[in-house]
């Protein structure tokens, strides 16, 4: 969880009494070395599997831009509504997202395939131009959703509240 929502979700007193606590992000460490001694805590950051996601050598340029938008928890589906609209005119443009929080965009440009399995889900992080995460928060900057756009190769474009660039509705 990212930093601003420890407080909710953690249990101080309940902390305390473990013997050790592994973190999953370097952000979470200030936090928790506020409850525990720095010899109880470790990081362990996220890891892919750089064999299975990695670049398409064969892949071959599309007629249109594919943007990709992966994952559920803490995305900006409101932000990212607005990008399909801006978007929408634009039929050089497809926004393909897989998640299981995203409300059904009603938008030509928009695709959501409701149950995929690695091997499409690889196929299309190997097929898409663009990753676009519309993010409320994160663990750490580098999620690992953003791991796996860099071992297939796929250029980024992500952003966290508040929104630094324009988007018009």
Known sequence: RPPPVLPDVVVPSVIRRIDHVTLMASSQLEYFERILPRDRLSVVLHGIDVDFFAPDAGR???SKVRCL???????DWPLFAAIA???????DIELHVVSTSAPVFDAPNVRMPRRIDDEALRLLYRQSDLLVLPLIDATQPCELVLEVQYAVGTRGRWTMKPCTWPVEA
């Open 60 to 62: 071959v340029a599309a």
């Open 69 to 75: 938008t992966v994952g559920s928890y803490l995305r």
């Open 85 to 91: 609209r801006a978007l929408v005119r634009r039929s």
